[in-house]
C-alpha cells in the first residue's frame, strides 16, 4: 500500500495560482503512475490530469489543460498540480491518486488507480 497526504489548498481569488502538493509514503517503488481528481460539491469525481511516475507524457482534462500542469518529483516521492488562472469552477475537493504496474492505464478512470489521498480543498471566490 501507498500513503498519500495532499496539501496546498485553499481559498484564493480567481485568477489567482496554486501548487497542490501530494507526498506518497510506504511502497513507493510500486507507483507506476499518479494522477489528480476533484469532486465538486453535487457532482461526480472527475479527472484533471495524469503523468507517469517516472515523467513522459502528460494528461489533461480539457478545461484545464492550458491552465494546469501536472510533475513529479521522484526523490520526493511526490507529484504535484500547478494550477493558474483559477476559475470559480475550479472549486471542488482535489485528490490525488497512484497507479501500480497494469499493461493498459488510462488515466482519467478511476478504477485504473490502486490508493486516493483524502483529498485537499480548493476554494475560488469569484
Known amino acids: 500500500q501507498v500513503q498519500l497526504v495532499e496539501s496546498g489548498g485553499g481559498l484564493v481569488q480567481a485568477g489567482e495560482s496554486l501548487r497542490l502538493s501530494c507526498a506518497a509514503s510506504?511502497?513507493?517503488?510500486?507507483?507506476?503512475?499518479a494522477g489528480w481528481f476533484r469532486q465538486a460539491p453535487g457532482k461526480a469525481r472527475e479527472f484533471v490530469a495524469g503523468?507517469?511516475?517516472?515523467?513522459?507524457?502528460?494528461y489533461y482534462e480539457n478545461s484545464v489543460k492550458d491552465r494546469c500542469t501536472i510533475s513529479t518529483d521522484n526523490a520526493k516521492n511526490t507529484v504535484y498540480l500547478q494550477m493558474n488562472s483559477l476559475k470559480p469552477e475550479d472549486t471542488a475537493v482535489y485528490y490525488c491518486?497512484?497507479?501500480?504496474?497494469?499493461?493498459?492505464?488510462?488515466?482519467?478512470?478511476?478504477?485504473?488507480?490502486?490508493?486516493w489521498g483524502q483529498g485537499t480543498q480548493v476554494t475560488v471566490s469569484s
Open positions: 503523468v507517469p511516475w517516472t515523467g513522459g507524457n502528460t
Open positions: 510506504g511502497r513507493t517503488f510500486s507507483i507506476y503512475r
Open positions: 491518486a497512484v497507479s501500480f504496474f497494469r499493461r493498459t492505464w488510462r488515466p482519467w478512470i478511476e478504477d485504473d488507480y490502486d490508493n
